[in-house]
């Protein structure tokens, strides 16, 4: 039975990857296969049976704030306006005060797109009782995650050394160098390991957690399409 009806999208940053294309309006809406970029992610959501979105904006806010104002949908959408850009940690928990009686839910990047099955991530992060759930693959990266053959997150990549946060009492048989693709599920509980606010990443999170002895678990996709619309050449 489907449990997760509630999204963010985070969609505020600079865009500075695409700088040519975002100098006058918000990555989220620079186009990809005829529309904007945030419609891919919206039409993916609602597909799934999302019913309550938000996104948090700040680059070029107005010009967000007048497409949705035009926009019809068959989802419960509100744009959480930064007026000072709060980093992936902080929309997160600036959005905390609208998740009220939401137990878990998913957090999908604006530039991401994907194929992943949101049915089977969101059964293995129940399966896995999990605080927070990442997608992740094998792919090139200059921040790699690390994690065990059980999927268990374990620490990161830290100039270039491996670096295991996660106490463990037995033996890591095997260390997995993962990519994350900006694709996660949250238990409210989360909210209990951030800072009260503020800008903040949210994987120093996730490695905090990790400090203090909770399980973060990861989802492979690596069988799967994934791109990352941030770069030029994949729009």
Known sequence: MKKIDTAI????????????????????????????????????????GIKNIFINTHHHHQKMDEY?????????????????ILGTGGAIKNAEKFLSGTNDFLIYNTDVDSEINLYDFEDYHFMKKSIATLAVQDRKTSRYLLCDSGGVLLGRIENEKDIIYKNHSEPIESIAHKAFCGIHILNNTVFNSMPPEGYFEIISVYINMLKKGLNIYTFDISEVFWKDLGIPENL
């Open 68 to 84: 949705f104002k035009h926009r019809n949908s068959s989802s419960n959408i509100q744009l959480l306006y930064e007026k000072e």
């Open 9 to 48: 999208i985070l969609a505020a940053g600079f865009g500075t990857r695409l700088k040519h294309l975002t100098n006058d309006i918000p990555k989220a809406l620079v186009e990809f296969k005829g529309k904007p970029m945030i419609e891919n992610v919206i039409g993916k959501l609602e597909s799934y």
